[in-house]
T-cell receptor, first 114, second 111 residues
Framework: KAGVTQTPRYLIKTRGQQVTLSCSPISGHRSVSWYQQTPGQGLQFLFEYFSETQRNKGNFPGRFSGRQFSNSRSEMNVSTLELGDSALYLC?????????????FGEGSRLTVL | EDQVTQSPEALRLQEGESSSLNCSYTVSGLRGLFWYRQDPGKGPEFLFTLYSAGEEKEKERLKATLTKKESFLHITAPKPEDSATYLCAVQAIGGADGLTFGKGTHLIIQP
């Protein structure tokens, strides 16, 4: 059974640009969550989607957005990039709802903003 | 606001030397407490879910326990392959904010 797939794995952008990250969940999983991981703040919740609907959103500015498609694949977008957006962005899928803490994470997309 | 504090930040043990990792939490109402393992360059891997005080879960050399204020991850006779960062997370009843993670304990097991 294939795991959670995230693309791209690595990317470098400059301030002011925008970026789109993609996530394919485990087959049969309909819930996708996104987290940002940095050395200083650890893992922080961005948002959660189920059946193409955003169910929950973390405390991030509106520059961070996402969506989910009918095949459960998800994308997140960050506009007007800032240096502080450099991080590992992790996608996780689960079979929920209800979404439990038993999340299956991908390997992440590492974003560097210059 | 939900908070999770893990200690120590880093721990170096000799192979076979048992120890415990601590996770202290404050949450309005606990829906669940979760332990994950993260290897370098990888996403976190789920280990355990604990729902109520007094609950224990075991998997190979790992045992997780839960009280009303903290959780412990006990590692018995660890091996070098147990080296990883161990993350603790809580989910509040309602779970509107996803999981709240601690910053992890970086564990190194020396042969």
């Amino acid at each position: 059974k294939a795991g959670v797939t995230q693309t791209p794995r690595y990317l470098i952008k400059t301030r002011g640009q925008q970026v789109t990250l993609s996530c394919s969940p485990i087959s049969g999983h309909r819930s996708v969550s996104w987290y940002q991981q940095t050395p200083g703040q650890g893992l922080q919740f961005l948002f959660e989607y189920f059946s193409e609907t955003q169910r929950n959103k973390g405390n991030f500015p509106g520059r961070f957005s996402g969506r989910q498609f009918s095949n459960s694949r998800s994308e997140m977008n960050v506009s007007t990039l800032e240096l502080g957006d450099s991080a590992l962005y992790l996608c996780a899928s689960s079979s929920g709802p209800p979404v439990t803490g038993e999340l299956f994470f991908g390997e992440g997309s590492r974003l560097t903003v210059l | 606001e939900d908070q999770v504090t893990q200690s120590p930040e880093a721990l170096r043990l000799q192979e076979g030397e048992s120890s415990s990792l601590n996770c202290s939490y404050t949450v309005s109402g606990l829906r669940g407490l979760f332990w994950y393992r993260q290897d370098p360059g990888k996403g976190p891997e789920f280990l355990f879910t604990l729902y109520s005080a007094g609950e224990e879960k075991e998997k190979e050399r790992l045992k997780a326990t839960l009280t009303k204020k903290e959780s412990f991850l006990h590692i018995t006779a660890p091996k070098p392959e147990d080296s990883a960062t161990y993350l603790c997370a809580v989910q509040a009843i309602g779970g509107a904010d996803g999981l709240t993670f601690g910053k992890g304990t970086h564990l190194i097991i020396q042969p």
